[in-house]
């Protein structure tokens, strides 16, 4: 009789932290939601500023649908609260399944969490500071005279929101080529003779998540090449020190 109950508290008791972590990370996140939402307007002005920079004279974003301007600033709000709280998301995803991990793999977990995060940050900040101005630079450049450049507030936030998940996860590749060198599913030698491989697949990514322009592409595959290289480096060495 009493041979299934503590299969059956530890599965109960597993629930009950899944859902405290839960819990604690949809908290974090309507908490910076709701810090953000007075701010919607600020933070959308402040997005819209390479391409505003880039229009003539005059030049303006236009809401086409009716509900446009008030929905936009407050999705724009929810997604810098993701961005913000993913901090806090990512240790309640380590606290729960960090009591499973050995000794050594939370050794290197901890500090792979924290360089995703810091480079997921860089890449957006890359794609805003530097692409974004390029690709708005390009693309006013190229239009036919007599047509003004009108761009939907809906429209422009969707295209840089992709934009800085392209990129933001583009630079996770260290992180990426790190850990599958920890897994020992591929070594560092390999991962150079397979260089030539990835920097033509790398290419092609960057021609398919870019705008059609030939600098935007080269801002995304060289530093993606660069960081290829770091993650090589960075698995060699983590791979040779002895664990424990």
Known sequence: MNTGAA??????GHLLELRTRLLKSVLALM??????????????AWLAKPLLAKLPSGGQLVAIDVASPFFTPIKLAFFVALLIAMPV????????VA????????KLAKPLLVTSILLFYSGC??????????????LT??????????????????FVLVIF??????????????????LGWVTPAQLREARGYVIV??????????????????MLAIPMCLLYEIGIIAGQLLRSKPAG
């Open 7 to 12: 299969p059956e508290e530890s599965l109960m």
């Open 31 to 44: 908490a910076a939601f709701l810090a953000l939402l007075p701010f919607a307007n600020t933070l959308y």
């Open 89 to 96: 998301l990512l240790y309640q995803a380590w606290a729960f």
């Open 99 to 106: 009591p499973g991990l050995y000794r050594h793999e939370k």
């Open 125 to 138: 900040a890359f794609a805003y500071f530097l692409v974004l101005p390029t690709v708005f630079g390009f």
């Open 141 to 158: 450049a190229v239009t036919p005279d007599g047509v003004a450049m009108m761009t939907d507030i809906g429209r422009y936030l969707d």
């Open 165 to 182: 998940f392209a990129f933001g996860a583009s630079f996770e590749l260290p992180v990426a080529v790190v850990v599958l060198v920890l």
């Open 201 to 218: 697949g790398v290419f092609i990514l960057a021609a398919v998540i870019t705008p059609p322009d030939v600098i935007s592409q080269l």
